[in-house]
């Protein structure tokens, strides 16, 4: 390094070379803070039809979108986070036809069982490191089944 006017001076290889390093961080996409999730998270249980027993927390939505995030383990050892996304058109469609929005109970409603689908469809727990997308199909058979017009 040179010393210019009491100052140190990296040659540009060293800033280049730190730049490329530590350029990772700032390109790193941040994930928002979760909202809506509980005071006092409670840790719950689902036998699914793929012979698992999973224990789930729900943790919360991601801001300006309809993607709910789980805390989920099948081991008590890993947990991992399992996101369901309910894809905005599909609410839109939806509240046309019935001319109301689902609300905010019912949306997560279906990201619930929209999460216990998984579990039951998904053969090894790795696979619900993947995220569930709620599809159409899905949204109809969620709300007939919770009883939801």
Known sequence: ???????????????????????????????EALIGGPVSPRVKSYSADSGYVYQYI???????CNEYVFEVTSDLKHYFAASVVVPEELLRGWAQ???????????????KMALFQAFDERAKPEQ???PVYVREVDLDAILERLGID
């Open 1 to 31: 390094m040179a010393r210019h006017a009491d100052a140190i001076v990296a040659p540009a290889a060293v800033i280049e070379s730190r730049q490329k390093m530590f350029g990772w961080l700032r390109r790193r996409k941040k994930q």
């Open 128 to 130: 619900m490191k993947q």
């Open 58 to 64: 729900y943790k919360g939505r991601r801001p300006g």
């Open 97 to 111: 036809v019935h001319r109301r929005e689902l609300t905010a109970t019912e949306r997560y409603a279906v990201a």
